[in-house]
Nanobody, 124 residues
Framework: QVQLAESGGGLVQAGGSLRLSCAVS????????MGWFRQAPGKQRELVAK???????NYADSVTGRFTISRDNAKNTVYLQMNSLKPEDTAVYYC??????????????????WGQGTQVTVSS
């Protein structure tokens, strides 16, 4: 099993910055992509940013240029640096990790893991 623990959320004024961290523990072998999603009240969960084990990244259009995702593979930790925050960034932010495991026949299966979420509130 894999456990994800997020930290770093909080209340910040518009234009401010926050840094989220997500530590992965447990059976961390074959962890591939890791990312951050967010869900605002009354809205669907959406991708914010994702990073592969090789360091390739992709971002939602709404955060490009303001947020930066990074990871420390040695520490099994992924970070999200959020700058120039806007009130519309207010949401619960969830950490996500993808893990491939091979079954008895050697066929890989993708497992997704989620953190418990951390609240980010941006005041205007």
């Amino acid at each position: 099993q894999v456990q994800l623990a997020e930290s770093g959320g909080g209340l910040v004024q518009a234009g401010g910055s926050l840094r989220l961290s997500c530590a992965v523990s447990g059976s961390t072998f074959s962890i591939d992509a890791m990312g951050w999603f967010r869900q605002a009240p009354g809205k669907q969960r959406e991708l914010v940013a994702k990073i592969t084990s090789g360091g390739s990244t992709n971002y939602a259009d709404s955060v490009t240029g303001r947020f930066t995702i990074s990871r420390d593979n040695a520490k099994n930790t992924v970070y999200l640096q959020m700058n120039s925050l806007k009130p519309e960034d207010t949401a619960v932010y969830y950490c996500n990790a993808d893990q491939y495991r091979h079954d008895y026949y050697g066929i890989p299966h993708l497992y997704e893991y989620w953190g418990q979420g951390t609240q980010v509130t941006v005041s205007s």
